[in-house]
């Protein structure tokens, strides 16, 4: 089955320390990995995205994931966290569902507390 | 600017009633997606379009239907036949190209009274 793992429901980080927050997938073929953030009572926003080419991607906000294919991961990082950087994260990978047409597969997110 | 607009933003159903939740985007986009979010579960999709007058059944297609009569427009009706409608509804759209991100809306909250 084609799918995303996250590990850890909840990462806690302080402030200015670097912050990680990891995912891994299975799925057949090359993977297309994207990484969202959602704050409270609103939609998910786009950080970043893997699709070929160099394996760490750089993102919004500051942010940045490393695709590992040995390890098949894609972990999400950023070197100096801020308060503000508290939200629910979510990895996706794209999935095959048939009929030519892909979707995105979710992990079921991880709450990231900054904490001051 | 351009984005996805979720109308209400909080809705409240009865016992036995179908109601429709509204998602329309000015990014002229031809694919359309809905979610549904329950805490600790992720997204789970619910259905999605890839052009207009045509869509298909996601993950957890029971108890609900979507209509695609207009690019923009993409409603969601949570019929009488969901037991569990309570839940985060979120839309999303995307671009050309399966490389592209899915952009999403701010969501509607529905509740059982």
């Known amino acids: 089955a084609q799918s995303v793992a996250q590990p850890e429901d909840q990462v806690n980080v302080a402030e200015g320390n670097p912050l990680t927050v990891k995912c891994t997938y299975s799925v057949s073929g090359n993977p297309y990995l994207f990484w969202y953030v959602q704050y409270p009572n609103r939609g998910l926003q786009f950080l970043l995205k893997?699709?070929?080419?160099?394996?760490l991607v750089k993102g919004s906000y500051g942010f940045e994931a490393e695709f590992n294919k040995s390890q098949t991961s894609f972990h999400l990082k950023k070197p100096s966290a801020l308060v503000s950087d508290s939200a629910l994260y979510f990895c996706a990978v794209r999935t095959y569902s048939g009929a030519g047409s892909y979707q995105l597969t979710f992990g079921k997110g991880t709450k990231l507390s900054v904490i001051p | 600017d351009g984005g996805i607009t979720q109308s209400p933003k909080y809705l409240f159903r009865k016992e036995g009633q179908n109601v429709t939740l509204s998602c329309e985007q000015n990014?002229?986009?031809?694919?359309m997606y809905w979610y549904r979010q329950d805490p600790g579960q992720g997204l789970r999709l619910i259905y999605y379009?890839?052009?207009?007058?045509?869509?298909q059944k996601g993950d957890i297609a029971e108890g609900y239907s979507v209509s695609r009569e207009k690019k923009e427009s993409f409603p969601l009706t949570v019929t009488s036949a969901q037991k569990n409608p309570t839940a985060f509804y979120l839309c999303?759209?995307?671009?050309?190209?399966?490389?592209?991100?899915?952009?999403f809306g701010d969501g509607t909250r529905l509740s059982i009274l």
């Open positions: 990014l002229n986009h031809d694919a």
């Open positions: 893997y699709i070929t080419g160099d394996n």
């Open positions: 999303a759209s995307r671009g050309t190209g399966d490389n592209q991100p899915q952009h």
């Open positions: 379009s890839q052009i207009v007058n045509d869509f």
